[in-house]
């Protein structure tokens, strides 16, 4: 199969996928009273704004770092659906982590990223490390650990713990971060004071990072064995228990960097409004990609586009809501799109390779052995 | 080729037909799975199919039970042409198949899984009285008792087969096919399958009975179609053949001989096992105190019916699972407690008995599975990264020099067709000189070109000194290849046996435990 159609056969899924939820969105916009064509013409324009694009690049890059956090699990069968937990909690932590250092500025962040890594790695490791050790299915394991994430958070984030009061407001947040510690906005986009988050350059970093390590190092091989089949990656050496754990432990260190943007960035501390849900945004997102550091990357775009450009619709009496069926239904028909492009690459590929050995003698000429081969049979 | 003499049937009048196959033609990537298939399954019989391992029986039934549809060819049950698209249609036609490995869910009962996708309803529940006595009824009718109520978990091999009939039958089969019903069993429960089977017959339902054991087929068929090479060669009736005619008939007059020629074997020792246990995790004995020692240049055969521990001592031998006690040593050192990695890394080779379950990464391209069990060695790796290039360059020897036939090394793998995703495997355990392999069924289902190579290569590395463990149904396999044999029984050796003067009867009747005695026990074991 030549690699054009490899590559147009990976993009039918996902287009199918939006295009079809397009059409379902236009059902339930017609069903409002609201002109479909109109809507969306109106979302796009608003999009087309300056300060509009730097907030979908911003949305993007906090939506990346988690759709790779869950990719990491998902190319090894692993399901981490304890990001949320995990990035709630290594932010919380880091940031506190943060107010209360004074460091030169490079090592300053440098201190505040990687404590919210460890602690992201940790949190996720510990669901790794019970299901190598007692056999919890890392599903249930993380969704449970972001209960108790939510629980201990509320427990921490009050005064005399890691919060302070802030004068005229009933919000309640860590010490801010000093300007040591803070990472400048990126002027990228002409045309509106607005900045993109400095941590967009980390995103490209562990998007490559990420591709590399599962594609070109035994580590990766070793992962994605395990992930396409577990009982021949055993019998090839691979240990499994120690991979569940390396991976979780990966995971939940991409995790623990999904509030880094939002913290470093923009609020400089952990308040009780930062940002909570981005973990289940991610499993969409790494659905929607296939797991593919460049498909997340899309996936992340598209996301950011809808919910930000989705604001304009409040001035149009259109419901903002539209855009979470939008994306439910991207999501379902993207993992049955996804299957049904399987499933006919399998068979084309098997029915390609057949006709190409009909047509053509078996290359480098007839070794010994090769006379009965053709009239064999496979059960 | 065309229709060949329906052979001589004087049988009084036209017996009524249950299912009649003409000109079926299977293609399959690479190759031909059936050819000009002819079959008349008469009414009220038991009609053997045989032919050798890849010989094209399974795709033939794949057929008949509605899994794929025929590039060619016609099917028609009790005189009405069909078209099957799925196996839902055949059943409704009343054709019922029971599979070589049961599709029962172990954690439900009897009737459960009996009514799983008929179930009988009383409003919206499950009929569970109306189940149950429709299941009894059928059990007393065929001589097929089972207990409805019982867990399939805690029943043994013969009462899950009886239950799998009793599914069919549920369903209102009237022609039953078997796929090789009788490898999982012991005696007893062979007589006790044929004595249903003869049950079934007198009330007038069919049996297709698939198998490559010659004498049960000729003590339980009423009519023998012998398949070869993906098409069938002969119809015969058991009356007018003999065991070795047949085997003949299956794999043509000029055999491929696994005999292997001198014996290579050394007297160094490369593995030695003693007193080697395994335990289950619910506490019961997979091998009990296992001796053996293979020399450099020798191939162990172990014998044995499936399920008897030989997986489990191969899986124990490559550090996948742990033994209870005992110790392993390669090569004059322990690796007992040795990781399955560090196991490989040492030279150990593995052709596991399902190769799509244990050797292959499916969804994955040629290149990336000649990686796969030699992770951690060049060409494949170099300094934690993929040589992609080195591994590359290395499939393509691999694919060159044991003919494997692809367009390329990027297909995936689930694209090759068995025998040549085998001969994949076999090139690739080759690689990077191993000492001791250890294989598991090297040529089951693949063609018997293929076959004759991997004999080929076998003798090949043992006269360079490779030990070799090997574990095959085919007894002539086990006896042509190996120097020495050992036969396994529950979990244990229980005797030697000389390849050079035993016959596949008496190593047959010493695997089934009737025959344990030392009467066979020549002194086969070398040095």
């Known amino acids: ?379 | 080729m065309s229709v060949d003499e329906q052979p001589a049937e004087p049988a009084a009048g036209p017996a009524p037909v249950a299912v009649e196959l003409r000109g079926i033609t299977k293609r399959f990537p690479g190759v031909v799975a059936n050819r000009d298939i002819d079959i008349r399954v008469t009414k009220g019989t038991v009609h053997a199919i045989v032919g050798e391992n890849g010989a094209g029986k399974s795709t033939l039934m794949k057929t008949l039970y509605g899994m794929h549809r025929p590039d060619e060819g016609t099917i028609a049950i009790e005189g009405e042409q069909v078209v099957l698209h799925s196996p839902a249609d055949a059943i409704a036609r009343g054709v019922g198949m029971v599979h070589q490995h049961f599709k029962l869910a172990d954690n439900f009962t009897v009737i459960e899984n009996v009514v799983l996708g008929a179930e009988p309803r009383r409003g919206l529940a499950l009929d569970v009285r109306t189940a149950r006595r429709r299941i009894l009824e059928i059990g007393r009718r065929y001589g097929l008792e089972v207990d409805p109520d019982a867990l399939v978990e805690d029943l043994g091999v013969g009462d899950r087969q009886r239950v799998e009939i009793i599914k069919v039958l549920y369903r209102g089969a009237r022609t039953l096919i078997l796929d090789e019903p009788t490898a999982v069993l012991v005696p007893q429960e062979v007589d006790e399958l044929f004595g249903a089977l003869r049950e079934l017959k007198a009330q007038g339902l069919s049996i297709i009975f698939i198998s490559h054991k010659l004498d049960e087929v000729l003590a339980v068929a009423d009519e023998i179609t012998v398949i070869r090479a993906g098409t069938t060669v002969a119809s015969v009736k058991p009356a007018d053949v003999t065991a070795r005619r047949l085997a003949e008939l299956m794999v043509g007059s000029e055999l491929p001989s696994p005999q292997t020629s001198e014996s290579t074997v050394t007297d160094v020792a490369e593995l030695v096992v003693a007193h080697l246990s395994l335990t289950s995790s619910d506490g019961r004995a997979l091998l009990q105190d296992i001796e053996l020692t293979i020399h450099r240049g020798e191939v162990l055969g172990i014998a044995g019916v499936e399920g008897n521990g030989q997986a489990e001592l191969v899986e124990t031998l490559l550090g996948i699972r742990q033994a209870a006690s005992g110790r392993v040593l390669l090569g004059g050192e322990d690796i007992t407690a040795w990781s399955t990695r560090r196991r490989r890394e040492a030279g150990i080779g593995y052709i596991p008995e399902d190769r799509t379950r244990h050797g292959l990464l499916l969804e994955a391209p040629l290149w990336e599975n000649r990686v796969l069990g030699h992770q951690t060695r060049r060409p494949n790796v170099r300094r934690g990264l993929v040589d992609r290039a080195g591994a590359r360059a290395d499939c393509q020897r691999i694919v060159d020099e044991y003919d494997v036939r692809t367009p390329s090394i990027d297909v995936l793998a689930s694209a090759l067709s068995g025998g040549n995703q085998q001969k994949l495997i076999v090139g690739r355990e080759m690689s990077g000189e191993p000492k001791l392999l250890l294989a598991a069924h090297p040529t089951r289902g693949v063609d018997v070109g293929a076959q004759a190579a991997i004999w080929d290569l076998l003798r090949g590395a043992r006269a360079k000194g490779l030990a070799v463990l090997l574990i095959s149904a085919d007894l002539e396999e086990l006896i042509g290849l190996s120097d020495s044999l050992k036969v396994m029984l529950r979990g244990r050796l229980v005797a030697d046996v000389d390849p050079a003067t035993v016959t596949p009867e008496q190593l047959g009747a010493a695997m089934t435990g009737a025959d344990a005695t030392t009467d066979v026990s020549t002194g086969g074991e070398a040095a």
């Open chain 1, 1 to 379: 199969m030549s690699i054009s159609r490899r590559v147009a056969l990976g993009v039918a899924a996902p287009l199918l996928a939006i295009v079809f939820s397009l059409l379902v969105t236009s059902v339930v916009l017609l069903f409002t009273g609201a002109q479909p064509l109109e809507t969306f013409q109106a979302m796009v324009q608003y999009a087309g704004r300056p300060r509009t694009q730097v907030l979908i690049i911003n949305s993007a890059t906090t939506y990346y770092f988690a759709a790779v956090a869950v990719a990491i699990g998902f190319r090894m069968n692993l399901f981490n659906i304890g990001v949320d937990g995990q990035y709630r909690l290594a932010a919380l932590v880091s940031a506190a982590l943060g107010g209360a250092l004074h460091l030169p500025r490079v090592l300053h962040v440098g201190v505040v990223i990687l404590s919210a890594m460890l602690v992201g790695a940790a949190w996720a490791g510990f669901a790794g490390y019970l299901k190598v050790r007692r056999g919890v299915s890392e599903v249930i394991s993380t969704i449970m650990l972001n209960f108790v994430a939510t629980a201990g958070i509320a427990y921490l984030l009050a005064p005399g713990r890691l919060a302070v009061t802030t004068q005229g407001s009933n919000n309640l947040g860590t010490r801010p971060i000093p300007e040591s510690g803070q990472v400048g906005g990126l002027p990228l986009v002409p045309g509106t004071p607005l900045k993109v988050y400095g941590l967009v350059v980390l995103a490209v970093i562990v998007g490559a990072a990420f591709w590399f390590v599962i594609n070109r190092t035994r580590f990766g091989f070793d992962l994605r064995a395990t992930g396409m089949n577990e009982a021949a990656a055993v019998a090839s050496g691979v240990d499994v228990r120690k991979m569940v754990v390396a991976a979780m432990v990966l995971s939940g260190a991409v995790a623990g960097l999904v509030g880094m943007p939002q913290l470093l960035g923009a609020s400089y501390t952990y308040s009780l409004d930062f940002p909570a849900g981005l973990g289940f945004t991610g499993i969409a997102i790494a659905l929607l990609g296939r797991n593919h550091p460049v498909g997340i990357a899309v996936g992340a775009l598209l996301w950011g586009f809808l919910d930000n450009s989705s604001q304009i619709l409040n001035l149009r009496d259109v419901p903002v809501e539209i855009v979470q069926i939008t994306q439910g239904v991207i999501v379902l028909s993207v993992v049955v799109a996804y299957e049904l492009v399987r499933r006919y690459r399998v068979s084309a590929v098997q029915r390609d390779v057949g006709r190409r050995l009909a047509e053509s003698p078996p290359p480098g000429g007839d070794g010994p052995p090769a006379a009965a081969a053709t009239q064999g049979a496979s059960t």
